[in-house]
């Protein structure tokens, strides 16, 4: 049976130019990077390459790349260390004023998880609605800044169903809060966005987007899995979440690993490459997959199709259940996603579809497809040929009230 992968957003496969250039990072080129010997210096400079690759492509400098080891590290250590930074500053602490992060209800579980521990550990936490279509509001946005707010963190795409969020319009009024701000002698409000998604198909420079923090995971774009980068701007207040020999400029102690470190800086160089041409290609199967979906009675798209990232197609199905579609794709060699992944026998419906306005019963019948660099119109064409026999199946099993009225 031909297998069909369609699960892009969770992660991808390893590009054999990545392979390639790891390679040589795990026998003879081996020397720790803080020490002083050649094979020290070799890999030194192999590092600081991969630095300049993902600073170019983020329109920023080398020295305010930090590697770690995926998105959540680098998520986590901006939530937490900006608002640990602020308490450090003992003035600020004298007046007991708590330290306030504004986000959203639609991130990644990694920023959703990170900011209630902050919440349970006493900080001020603000979770903003979303619209219809997964769409944070700048106004929104501006309204929840308060006085104590230090930073604001949105997801640039939601790796649910796609929403690409108004980071540089938000961006923007945050530096026009700043300059109020500075003028009044005030700290400034930090604003950091989770770009894991939006890396491979979106401009994420980091001045036009105006974002003081961003993180990315590289197994998303054809890296391997356990590398992450956080960008920090030169001036932003963070301490470090873990200590020790001091790499990474002091933000992220732990010896470098080299290898992955390499393979990421070739991956940034590859995506550079045709990023325009590629979204327009992924943009145009992932259209006609929409269109082919949208013609199973009661199945909708969850967002906005002209708003959202070109690699993610997230539907809902009424009268089918997620879980029961991916099993049932899956025996027909298709592997794609739901929302309402199954976590610890209970059937959880997405914090993004509810969110979003839909009910639990509604959120229990989502499906993602994602798109990558080998997907090709044949699979597109199978998918849309193989579904609604499987939805058709799966509506009539359903008991009545449970997914159909
Ligand atoms: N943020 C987003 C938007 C994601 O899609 C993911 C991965 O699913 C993450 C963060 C976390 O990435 P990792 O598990 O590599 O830390």
Same mark, same amino acid.
């Given at each position: 049976?031909?297998?069909?992968?369609?699960?892009?957003?969770?992660?991808?496969?390893?590009?054999?130019? =990545?392979?390639?250039?790891?390679?040589?990072?795990?026998?003879?080129?081996?020397?720790?990077?803080?020490?002083?010997? /050649?094979?020290?210096?070799?890999?030194?400079?192999?590092?600081?390459?991969?630095?300049?690759?993902?600073?170019?492509? +983020? *329109?920023?400098?080398?020295?305010?790349?930090?590697?770690?080891?995926?998105?959540?590290?680098?998520?986590?250590?901006?939530?937490?260390?900006?608002?640990?930074?602020?308490?450090?500053?003992?003035?600020?602490?004298?007046?007991?004023?708590?330290?306030?992060?504004?986000? /959203?209800?639609?991130?990644?579980?990694?920023?959703?998880?990170?900011?209630?521990?902050?919440?349970?550990?006493?900080?001020?936490?603000?979770?903003?609605?979303?619209?219809?279509?997964?769409?944070?509001?700048?106004?929104?946005?501006?309204?929840?800044?308060?006085?104590?707010?230090?930073?604001? /963190?949105?997801?640039?795409?939601?790796?649910? =169903?796609?929403?690409?969020?108004?980071?540089?319009?938000?961006?923007?009024?945050?530096?026009?809060?700043?300059? +109020?701000?500075?003028?009044?002698?005030?700290?400034?409000?930090?604003?950091?966005?989770?770009?894991?998604?939006?890396?491979?198909?979106?401009?994420?420079?980091?001045?036009?987007?105006?974002?003081?923090?961003?993180?990315?995971?590289?197994?998303?774009?054809?890296?391997?899995?356990?590398?992450?980068?956080?960008?920090?701007?030169?001036?932003?207040?963070?301490?470090?979440?873990?200590?020790?020999?001091?790499?990474?400029?002091?933000?992220?102690? *732990?010896?470098?690993?080299?290898?992955?470190?390499?393979?990421?800086?070739?991956?940034?160089? +590859?995506?550079?490459?045709?990023?325009?041409?590629?979204?327009?290609?992924?943009?145009?199967?992932?259209?006609?997959?929409?269109?082919?979906?949208?013609?199973?009675?009661?199945?909708?798209?969850?967002?906005?199709?002209?708003?959202? %990232?070109?690699?993610?197609?997230?539907?809902?199905?009424?009268?089918?259940?997620?879980?029961?579609?991916?099993?049932?794709?899956?025996?027909?060699?298709?592997?794609?996603? /739901?929302?309402? %992944?199954?976590?610890?026998?209970?059937?959880?419906?997405?914090?993004?579809?509810? %969110?979003?306005?839909?009910?639990?019963?509604?959120?229990?019948?989502?499906?993602?497809?994602?798109?990558?660099?080998?997907?090709?119109?044949?699979?597109?064409?199978?998918?849309?040929?193989?579904?609604?026999?499987?939805?058709?199946?799966?509506?009539?099993?359903?008991?009545? *009230?449970?997914?159909?009225?």
């Amino acid at each position: 049976m031909k297998r069909i992968y369609l699960d892009y957003a969770a992660t991808t496969p390893l590009d054999p130019k =990545v392979f390639e250039a790891m390679k040589p990072y795990f026998k003879g080129k081996f020397g720790n990077a803080s020490e002083p010997h /050649s094979w020290g210096q070799e890999t030194r400079k192999a590092i600081e390459k991969a630095r300049e690759q993902v600073a170019s492509s +983020l *329109g920023a400098k080398a020295k305010e790349i930090i590697f770690t080891s995926c998105a959540t590290e680098s998520i986590n250590l901006a939530h937490k260390g900006v608002l640990e930074a602020f308490l450090k500053n003992g003035e600020k602490k004298k007046k007991g004023e708590i330290p306030h992060l504004t986000t /959203s209800s639609i991130e990644h579980k990694a920023g959703i998880e990170s900011a209630r521990h902050l919440e349970s550990q006493g900080y001020r936490v603000t979770f903003l609605p979303v619209d219809k279509s997964g769409m944070v509001r700048v106004t929104d946005v501006k309204k929840a800044i308060r006085p104590t707010t230090i930073l604001v /963190s949105i997801m640039y795409v939601n790796n649910e =169903v796609g929403a690409i969020e108004p980071i540089d319009r938000i961006g923007e009024a945050i530096s026009q809060i700043n300059k +109020l701000r500075v003028d009044n002698g005030k700290e400034k409000v930090f604003f950091h966005t989770d770009a894991t998604q939006a890396i491979q198909y979106l401009d994420c420079d980091v001045d036009k987007l105006g974002v003081d923090l961003l993180s990315l995971t590289g197994h998303k774009f054809y890296a391997p899995k356990g590398i992450g980068v956080l960008y920090v701007r030169e001036g932003t207040s963070i301490i470090r979440q873990q200590d020790g020999g001091g790499q990474e400029f002091g933000l992220r102690s *732990g010896t470098e690993n080299v290898p992955y470190i390499v393979g990421l800086g070739k991956a940034f160089e +590859l995506i550079e490459r045709n990023k325009k041409e590629n979204a327009e290609r992924i943009g145009k199967l992932r259209k006609k997959l929409v269109e082919g979906v949208l013609k199973i009675p009661d199945a909708q798209f969850t967002g906005r199709l002209n708003q959202s %990232a070109p690699h993610i197609a997230s539907f809902i199905v009424k009268g089918a259940e997620g879980e029961a579609m991916l099993l049932h794709l899956d025996a027909v060699g298709v592997a794609a996603s /739901s929302g309402s %992944a199954c976590t610890s026998g209970l059937l959880e419906p997405s914090h993004v579809l509810t %969110a979003m306005g839909y009910k639990p019963k509604e959120a229990h019948g989502s499906l993602r497809f994602s798109l990558g660099k080998d997907t090709t119109e044949k699979e597109i064409d199978y998918v849309i040929k193989v579904l609604p026999g499987i939805v058709k199946k799966l509506r009539e099993m359903a008991p009545k *009230g449970v997914f159909n009225e």
